[in-house]
């Protein structure tokens, strides 16, 4: 019986730390930003074509941080350990300059920890509970991400309504995840090292890249560009209709409790529905959610549009990872970061492609539209290419 307990604790261990891995890597390093870009406009006279250029530079990172990966992978310990104290500096260090190309470095860097978190947190972590047969335990690790993004909304929120300013709450999320990667760096090399040294020689094992893996990679692509407009804006277009931000505010903190809720729900759709019928299903809603601003105008689409974007993404996201793990096996981390390099290219156009609308005078729901119609086109190429065989496996 002690031993029974001592493995449920380990498990236990093991989803606490990605959780907390994820929430500061998605929720700070990458999507800190979204909340604070109504401050930072107050502060700093911070134009939208500004913002889109640091939330570039931001998914530019994630970019190169997932190419890196897939080219050299490193010991997962070490790539989370160091990713998520990169992210605690580079994140205090933009309250301590007003220097735009401080700030685009420095959100560059975030972007590049943020990939080593994910993509070995998604391999490593999940590869773990996989081989324990606990992964209904997933969804308690990716349940970091909208743990995150809600609880740097409601910061956000609180500060806002103090009157403080984009340095401090910089700063605030900077020393927090300090106090994180701290809080779990015990359990990173207690738990870990073992599994990491093992992992180069498999990586070393071709990779089979076959059609199944491709439209995945494609369909992941297609998910990043439809969601980072709202995931990116839509604090921005809530402050357009409402000044006070205990109204406007509120739209990013929905965003990331939809994304919590979701998570914790995941396992039983998947088991009902299978990995890609869940994606395919949770990225048609999700393109409905993005269009709908663009159609019915006030603050309660936003709010709708947040409760429909948050509460999908994740679920893309967790069952696009638990598919390349199904067909991946050992090569899972080469698989993971190919389609994390696809999210981030999609992430990567999507605000540009916003930046070009605006300068075209389309305006916002334009940029909707259009982020919606790939979302539409990504489904369909998946729902397109899924083998009986293969769609068995990735349900399992």
Request: proline share 3%; aromatic share 8%; glycine share 10%.
């Amino acid at each position: 019986m002690s031993g029974l307990r001592q493995d449920e604790t380990s498990l236990a261990l093991i989803a606490w730390c990605g959780m907390v891995a994820l929430a500061v890597a998605m929720g700070v390093g990458r999507f800190a930003f979204t909340p604070l870009l109504p401050m930072m406009q107050d502060d700093h006279a911070l134009t939208v074509a500004a913002g889109t250029w640091l939330a570039t530079a931001n998914y530019a990172g994630y970019l190169a941080g997932a190419l890196i990966a897939l080219a050299r992978p490193v010991r997962p310990a070490a790539a989370i350990g160091g990713g998520l104290l990169a992210i605690a500096l580079a994140t205090f260090g933009m309250g301590l300059t007003e220097d735009f190309a401080a700030w685009l470095a420095l959100r560059a860097a975030a972007g590049v920890a943020s990939a080593w978190v994910m993509i070995y947190v998604s391999s490593a972590f999940v590869g773990q509970l996989a081989q324990r047969g606990a992964e209904d335990l997933n969804g308690r690790i990716f349940a970091g991400v909208g743990l995150g993004i809600a609880a740097a909304g409601v910061v956000s929120l609180v500060l806002m309504t103090m009157h403080s300013t984009a340095a401090v709450a910089w700063m605030l999320f900077g020393g927090a995840s300090l106090i994180a990667a701290l809080a779990i760096a015990p359990v990173l090399r207690a738990r870990h090292d073992d599994t990491a040294r093992a992992a180069p020689a498999a990586d070393r094992e071709a990779m089979r890249w076959d059609g199944a893996a491709w439209r995945m990679i494609v369909c992941f692509a297609s998910s990043g560009f439809g969601y980072i407009v709202p995931a990116t804006f839509l604090p921005a277009m809530a402050k357009a209709l409402i000044q006070e931000p205990a109204i406007f505010g509120w739209s990013w903190p929905v965003f990331g409790a939809a994304a919590l809720v979701s998570t914790l729900t995941a396992s039983a759709l998947r088991r009902r529905m299978g990995n890609r019928r869940s994606w395919i299903a949770s990225q048609t809603v999700m393109a409905i959610g993005v269009a709908l601003p663009a159609f019915a105008g006030g603050i309660a689409a936003i709010i709708l549009s947040g409760l429909m974007v948050g509460g999908t993404f994740m679920i893309i996201t967790m069952s696009a990872m638990q598919e390349a793990k199904a067909i991946a096996g050992s090569q899972a981390v080469r698989l993971v970061s190919a389609l994390t390099a696809a999210f981030a290219i999609g992430q990567l156009i999507g605000p540009l492609s916003v930046r070009a609308v605006l300068a075209l005078g389309g305006g916002f729901s334009a940029a909707l539209v259009l982020a919606a119609a790939v979302l539409i086109a990504g489904a369909a190429l998946l729902r397109g290419g899924a083998p009986a065989a293969r769609t068995a496996d990735c349900s399992a």
